[in-house]
Structures are given as C-alpha cells and as structure tokens.
C-alpha cells in the first residue's frame, strides 16, 4: 500500500514513520520540510501546565501522548542516531503578583483533581531551587511530569529516516475520481497516484484545492531563542513558566544550554515576526528571570499554530481515499505520537480508539467533512 502524506510538520513526518514502520511505502510531499509550526515550538511536553478550564476531552488526550513519549523518543532517537535534546525534568509554573498566585492556586485545585502529581511551594523555596528567578516571584508550583524536546531536532531526525520519500514540492490539489481521493496533484503540474492520501498541511490545510472546509484558524506565535553567557550558565535547570498578569510566559532550557523564550499568542494577521509580541516576552521573562536580558538573541521565530474552535486536533476520514490530520493548535509537538498512531490507524482501516478517535473527529462542529457534503 502506498501512501502520500501532506505536509512534512511533525505530525505528518511521525505518521509518515509510523506507516513506514509498518510495511507501507510514502511519498512525503512538501515544499519546505520542517518550517512551519513545528520550527517555532518551544517543544514543551507538558500535560499538566496545559490544563486550561473547559476542555475535558483535551487533558486525557494529553496524559495519554505523555505516557508514549519516553518510549517514542527513545524508538526515533535510536532509529536516527540523533539526540533529541530531550529533557525529563521537572517544571516550574511561577507567579508574579498576588492575583497570579490566585489563578495559579485555583489551576493547581483542578490540575490535582485530574490526578496530575504537582505541589504548590512558596517564592523564596522556588528561589532556593532556581535562584535566576526574580523578587517578585512569589509562589510556584512543581511539576515533575511536565518536560521538554527540542522540535527542530526531532523534525530533522524523522527527516534523516525519511529522506528518500521526500518530495520538495507543493501540493495543489486532491486528485479525485469523482467518488473518492486517488492522489495529489502538485503546483508544478506533476500527479502522484496513491491509495491514501493523508494531509497534515497544518495551518494551511484549507488552501489545497478540494479539501472540505474545516473549522481551522491560524494562531500566530512569536517564539525568541538565546544562548546565555558563559558568567551566568546555566540561568535555570527547569522550564521555568510564568504569569505575569494573568499573560503567560514560559523559558526553556536545552541540554546544550540554549534557551528558549515563547510565546505570544495572536490573530492579528500579522505573519512576520511582531515587534509587540516579542517586546511583551521581554518585558514579562523579566519579572520572572531578569538575568535573561543579558542574554544574546540568536533567533526570532514567528509560525502560525493550526487552531480548531475547541483547541482538539481535527482528525478523520474525507473519504475512502483520504484522511486529514491537522489542527494540533498548541499540543502538536506533545500530541505528535498519539496523534501519529491515530491517523495512521485511520490510514490502514483500522478501527483505532473509539473514544479518542470521537473526540477528535472534524465532525464534531455540527457539519459532515466527508466529501461532497460542505465546501
Ligand atoms: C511559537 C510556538 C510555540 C509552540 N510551542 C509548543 C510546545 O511547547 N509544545 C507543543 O506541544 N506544541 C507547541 N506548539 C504547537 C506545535 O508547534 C504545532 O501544534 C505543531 O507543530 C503542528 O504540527 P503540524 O505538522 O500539524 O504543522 P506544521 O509544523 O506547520 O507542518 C505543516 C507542514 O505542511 C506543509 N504544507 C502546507 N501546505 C502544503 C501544501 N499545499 N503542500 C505540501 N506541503 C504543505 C508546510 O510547509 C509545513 O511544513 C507551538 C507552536 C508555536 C507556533
């Protein structure tokens, strides 16, 4: 069987593995491998500090991605022979004024009542553990199960085993037979014949030419890299997260002591880098571990976050020749492989989880995806 997967994100390049691992051959179609969402993120893994009021259905997709990770990691960084820059200590979810050590005590309350393992401490037992972080600092809570992974090192190790199935193009459209998807179509005019299509184009999924209409929003996030000077290494040990006036904000330090500082969260439509959004990491990531600004900027990133009105990944079948997989929003990086595992179930015919598998299904916003139904 033959597959041709959209998009060469993370999400397409773990499912294209997946399928490779068994027994089917891919074609990976897309023009620039690697750059979009998933080269902006920070790589946090991170099930607990994710948990936000109001969306159940998203805290067991997490917990369950979070409990594949050590063995996914270990399988793609042995496969590959690269380090992922994977990191299984702790975080820190700090707050900086009174209000912000209320919000963090009442999302400790529901975190804890989901049975995620954290404990709430005082600023100055925080500082013990990460003297970089600022007086203002004034409560924080332990994390143990939330970690970190350097995306790009992650991309570029699916990459190196998948090398010969790339194809460096843009898709164009679905090539349909009037019933049912039989391949793709590429930008320079060239078809690629398949059994099953698979598109995992991210934020851009709606632009390939005979894709139903999903309820998909691109999320803009301007994400700062710097590397920390000699005299102050390293700055902190553990991602350190912040809320600075009810705005979060988060550093991650990589093995190779790199940080990463994310991120803003906007629709404004601006898809270059944003002079406020970047402005605003700077001012809050002071209140929180002021020593950062001594730090050099190496890199500032700016990539769109595939949104779905619920925050759930859209996943499921257009028809009986393709099925999408988009929509990971803020979770790809730590959703990638489950959702991996998800599509791919879909990809063979099998039945997959039930459960998951409802909850994630584009058709969930009242209008059927399959094909002919909603353009
Ligand atoms: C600033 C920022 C920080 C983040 N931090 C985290 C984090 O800490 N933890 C976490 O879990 N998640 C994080 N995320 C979210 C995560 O990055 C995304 O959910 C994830 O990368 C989505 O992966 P994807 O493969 O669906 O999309 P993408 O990585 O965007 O990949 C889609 C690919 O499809 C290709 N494509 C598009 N159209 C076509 C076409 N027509 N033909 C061929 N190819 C096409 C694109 O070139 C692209 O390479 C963050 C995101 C951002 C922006």
Redesign the pocket.
């Known amino acids: 069987m033959h597959a041709v997967v959209?998009?060469?994100?993370?999400?397409?390049l773990a499912t294209a593995w997946r399928l490779k691992k068994d027994g089917w051959s891919v074609t990976i179609?897309?023009?620039?491998?690697?750059?979009?969402?998933?080269y902006?993120?920070?790589?946090?893994?991170a099930p607990a500090s994710e948990v936000v009021w109001g969306q159940s259905p998203l805290y067991s997709l997490m917990i369950a991605a979070a409990q594949l990770y050590p063995t996914f990691a270990e399988e793609l960084a042995t496969a590959s022979g690269h380090h992922l820059g994977y990191a299984q200590t702790e975080t820190l979810v700090c707050a900086s004024d009174a209000a912000d050590r209320q919000s963090l005590r009442e999302l400790c309350a529901l975190q804890t009542s989901l049975g995620l393992s954290l404990e709430l401490i005082a600023g100055t037992q925080a500082r013990a553990l990460e003297p970089a972080l600022g007086p203002g600092v004034t409560a924080a809570v332990r994390i143990e199960g939330d970690h970190s992974i350097d995306?790009r090192r992650m991309t570029d190790a699916l990459q190196a085993l998948l090398t010969e199935s790339i194809v460096r193009r843009?898709?164009a459209a679905l090539a349909s037979d009037g019933s049912r998807t039989r391949g793709v179509a590429l930008a320079n005019g060239q078809n690629i014949v398949a059994d099953q299509v698979v598109v995992?184009?991210?934020?851009?999924t709606g632009?390939?030419e005979g894709m139903p209409r999903l309820p998909l929003r691109s999320v803009w996030?301007?994400?700062v890299r710097l590397s920390v000077p000699r005299r102050l290494q390293p700055i902190v040990t553990r991602t350190i997260r912040g809320l600075v006036r009810g705005r979060p904000v988060y550093l991650v330090p990589r093995p190779d002591g790199t940080l990463v500082l994310?991120?803003s969260v906007r629709e404004d439509g601006v898809d270059g880098i944003s002079a406020g959004g970047v402005h605003q990491l700077l001012r809050d990531i002071e209140r929180v571990v002021p020593s950062v600004l001594e730090c050099e900027i190496t890199d500032v990133t700016a990539?769109?976050?595939?949104g779905s009105p619920d925050d759930l990944p859209l996943i499921g079948r257009i028809d009986e020749g393709c099925v999408v997989s988009?929509g990971?929003?803020?979770?790809?990086?730590?959703?990638a492989p489950l959702g991996a595992q998800l599509t791919a179930d879909l990809t063979r015919g099998e039945s997959g989880d039930a459960d998951m598998l409802t909850a994630v299904d584009p058709s969930r916003f009242a209008q059927d995806i399959r094909k002919g139904d909603s353009r």
């Open positions: 959209i998009g060469a994100g993370i999400i397409g179609v897309d023009p620039t491998p690697g750059n979009g969402a998933s902006a993120a920070a790589g946090m893994l995306p843009r898709v995992c184009a991210g934020a851009d632009t390939i996030g301007d994400v994310g991120a990539r769109a976050r595939p988009t990971y929003f803020r979770h790809g990086i730590l959703l």
